[in-house]
């Protein structure tokens, strides 16, 4: 994944877990975000079961700014927007329909 532009809060379509291996991180900032009342979600040509918000119609709720060589698993049925950064941003996204918490149940196991 390389985003060069900010991304518009939305839940993403056809997946529930992502991990991403930050290559590259380009001082973005992801955001998770809460509609404000009465603001109305839209779609975008490629989106099936995921909406979009414009940066307007939404609250931020928690942030964080990766690092290069940074992991994180997110959880992408949660409304979440890309913005403030320069150049690129690189990314190893792997995604599944696992739900969050099995995914991070998964990384916690210890078998040995």
């Known amino acids: 994944m ?7 809060p939305h839940i993403d379509s056809g997946v529930n877990t992502v991990i991403n291996i930050y290559l590259k991180a380009g001082g ?7 509609p404000k009342e009465g603001r109305k979600p ?4 490629n989106q099936t079961n995921g909406e979009c918000y414009h940066f307007d119609d939404v609250d931020l709720i928690s942030r964080f700014a990766a690092a290069d060589g940074d992991v994180y698993i997110m959880d992408v049925t949660k409304l979440h927007s ?20 099995q995914v991070c149940e998964f990384m916690e196991k210890d078998d040995g």
């Open 28 to 34: 973005y900032m992801t955001d998770f975000n809460t």
């Open 82 to 101: 890309v913005h403030s950064g320069t150049g690129d941003r690189e990314a190893l996204a792997l995604s599944t329909l696992l739900p969050f918490d």
């Open 42 to 45: 839209f779609k975008i040509e």
């Open 2 to 8: 390389t985003i060069n532009r900010d991304v518009i």
